[in-house]
Nanobody
């Protein structure tokens, strides 16, 4: 059974960078779209971005407008890594929250699980999250 574990969060000053990792075990991430979500205190969980599994190489990726140009998502499908990364640059206080990664749900529609979706309900396996705090 697939398990996802996020890591790499921490406290960073505005303008700083972090790289979050989403490591999979018990199953491959390579054939599934993987989404990154953020939940700030008192707010609903929102999607930050997603990387699809349409081609052999990375992407395409979808990113929220507020993070475009600052965040990127890449995957490493090597069987020894099986990890998706969220690189976050030029961080802002508004980026503070708990970050989660999740696997796109397979619905029975051919290859649908390879494509990104923004609705958290379309993801079936979630990690426990990693906290990111951007503060001076």
């Amino acid at each position: 059974q697939l398990k996802l574990v996020e890591s790499g969060g921490g406290l960073v000053q505005p303008g700083g960078s972090l790289r979050l990792s989403c490591a999979g075990s018990g199953g491959s991430l390579g054939n599934y779209a993987i989404g990154w979500f953020r939940q700030a205190p008192g707010k609903e969980r929102e999607q930050i971005g997603c990387i699809s599994a349409i081609s052999r190489r990375d992407g395409p990726t979808d990113l929220r407008d507020s993070v475009k140009g600052r965040f990127t998502i890449v995957r490493d499908n090597d069987k020894n890594k099986n990890t998706v990364y969220l690189q976050m640059n030029n961080l802002e206080p508004e980026d503070t929250g708990t970050y989660y990664c999740a696997r796109r749900r397979a619905t029975g529609v051919y290859n649908e699980h390879r494509f990104c979706a923004s609705d958290p309900g379309m993801y079936d396996v979630w990690g426990r999250g990693t906290q990111v705090t951007v503060s001076s």
